[in-house]
């Protein structure tokens, strides 16, 4: 199968913009100083912050075990045991972000084996995609996104964040598991703050 191309950037509605990112973290964290209910709260949050800081596709996050985290390996990593074409590989991520999983993983998972599931439900099992599609679907419709919120739009979000830090393609294409180089070129073409200021004046 050939590479995908594109010549142009992703659609608005794929990615978020800063304002309605601020939107989703405000509704996030207020659901948390809420209390409504605090494991339920905090644990969207900390999905939301997952996939914003490592750029993960939903059913990679959904597989993350206790034994992918840099508590349990002590690297500034997640392991992504089976990517997309059965491929592993290992993201890096932020201090900041790894401190949070480490704080989540001692209130809330700090009893469980390494092979257990980082986000659980009532059950114990791992997330489902479905699960995830639904809740940020709800979120969405709470803080009333004209576009309809989803997984892979923080997907898109980092991707983009993270070619506007030093415009280096192979690094976004890498961190996102992506088979070509190709693929990656996506966001590149996406309406960045260097393009805006360039068209400042017209």
Do not use: W
């Amino acid at each position: 199968m050939k590479p995908k191309t594109h010549r142009g950037g992703l659609s608005p509605e794929k990615y978020l913009s800063k304002d309605e990112l601020k939107q989703v973290m405000d509704y996030l964290q207020a659901r948390v100083k809420a209390e409504i209910p605090i494991k339920g709260a905090k644990t969207d949050l900390m999905i939301t912050r997952v996939f914003l800081g490592s750029g993960l596709r939903a059913s990679e996050l959904c597989d993350l075990t206790l034994q992918d985290l840099p508590t349990h390996h002590n690297k500034r990593v997640l392991y992504v045991r089976d990517g997309k074409g059965a491929v592993s590989r290992t993201v890096d991520i932020s201090q900041i972000l790894e401190h949070e999983i480490s704080v989540y993983v001692n209130e809330f998972r700090f009893d469980k084996p390494p092979e257990a599931p980082l986000f659980a439900n009532r059950n114990g099992d791992k997330y489902l995609y479905d699960t995830l599609r639904r809740k940020f679907r709800e979120i969405g419709q709470a803080i009333k996104l004209p576009s309809s919120l989803h997984c892979h739009r923080f997907r898109h979000t980092f991707a983009i964040a993270l070619y506007a830090k030093e415009n280096d393609l192979l690094f976004v294409c890498q961190q996102l598991g992506h088979a070509s180089i190709m693929t990656t070129q996506i966001y590149a073409k996406t309406t960045s703050e260097a393009a805006r200021r360039q068209m400042e004046g017209f």
